[in-house]
């Protein structure tokens, strides 16, 4: 098949790096374009881990540029700054999977929860895709909204259980994440005195992804979930584990249901046991585990939050974006020990 060329706008960060890992080794899709706000530098500056692997020219974002050397571009960018990059590639005819907040939510809630939204017509056909979710819904899109990492986690989670869950009562969701989460910039919440031999919570209820859980689930199952949403930073570098607690209304097997809801899907795997987020690290696994006492429901799903959470089911939307089988260049070898 013809290598397909592609970019990542965004290089310099910890998903910018995870991007170039997968795509160094996609069998089709051929990196040929990487940028970031300076420019002036290579891949092995910006990440020296790649040093002997890439050297890559890292240039100053031009959209003309990659609009020239790319039929899609992923951005790992910061909202508001993604969309207007993801506009400006939009009119060159350039596809784009972006990995921030700027296409995930409705107008309305994206601006309750984020700031005044610059791009309602690409707003409005932006295509919000978890595979095992959504099914193919991004096959021939032209602009895919990655969902983010502790959304990912929770909804899958949660989804198999939205038909047997009694929506009257709450829903609890306990978000464990490392603090590559936070992203590469450096502030005094994830400074290694305030992360070492300590857990706190943070953003609690009023936390970005809630809204974004809510919305999504809400349309799985037509009908008004609420959530409530405490994520926890833990000591650790990168992993996510979510616990959704929930009333069933019905009797039911948990694991039978998540073992039914997730059959032939390559990239969720059912436990027998609750799983340990070291399982998925590195890696596009999502492993989930539910159980039950009387109509308490536990439902839980480890993943790393830097690749399902973020750049490998990115990698995959594009996939599959492009008429690609989904799991194709897709890491699946954890970082074990």
């Known amino acids: 098949m013809k290598p397909i060329n592609v970019g990542i706008i965004g290089v310099s960060g910890y998903t ?26 290579n891949i092995a500056e910006l990440h020296p881990s790649l040093t002997g692997v890439c050297d890559m020219a890292v240039e100053k974002v031009d959209l003309d540029t990659a609009a020239r050397s790319c039929e899609l571009v992923f951005l790992a960018l910061p909202h508001k700054t993604a969309m207007n ?3 400006g590639l939009l009119e060159r005819g350039v596809k ?53 990492c502790h959304v990912t986690a929770s909804l899958l989670a949660l989804a198999p259980f939205l038909e047997y869950i009694d929506h009257t009562a709450p829903i609890f969701v ?26 706190n919570c ?15 689930a809400s349309a799985l199952c037509d009908a008004d979930v609420r959530v409530t949403f405490v994520p926890s930073l833990v000591p ?5 584990l979510a616990c959704v607690y929930a009333t069933l209304k019905e009797e039911c097997d948990p694991q039978a249901v998540m073992q039914d809801f997730y059959a032939n899907q390559p990239f969720v795997r059912v436990r027998n046991e609750p799983p340990h987020t070291k399982m998925t690290s590195g ?11 009387g109509n308490a429901l536990v439902a ?9 959470g973020a750049s490998s089911q990115a990698v995959v939307n594009a996939n599959i974006m492009m008429g690609l089988d989904e799991a194709l260049g897709i890491p699946k070898i954890a970082y074990v020990p």
Do not use: W
């Open 236 to 240: 650790m570098t990168r992993g996510m």
């Open 96 to 148: 784009v999977v972006d990995l921030s907040a700027d296409y995930r939510l409705s107008q309305e809630n994206y601006e309750a929860f984020y700031c005044e939204h610059e791009d309602i017509d690409n707003l409005s056909h932006a295509v919000y895709s978890i595979p095992e979710l959504h099914g193919n819904i991004a096959s021939g899109a032209k602009l895919v909204a990655n969902p983010g």
């Open 85 to 87: 990059t993801a506009r």
């Open 283 to 293: 890696t596009n696994f999502a492993d989930v585990y539910a159980q039950r006492n």
């Open 202 to 216: 943070y953003n609690i209820i009023k936390h970005r992804h809630a809204i974004e859980i809510q919305q999504h």
């Open 174 to 199: 306990d978000s464990k994440t490392g603090v590559s989460g936070a992203g590469k910039s450096p502030t005094a919440g994830v400074h290694y005195v305030s992360v070492n031999d300590n857990i």
């Open 300 to 308: 839980i799903c480890a993943i790393d939050n830097l690749m399902r």
């Open 16 to 41: 910018g790096l995870e991007l170039v890992k997968i795509l160094l080794l996609h069998p089709i899709f051929n990196l040929t374009y990487c940028a970031n706000t300076e420019g002036a530098a």
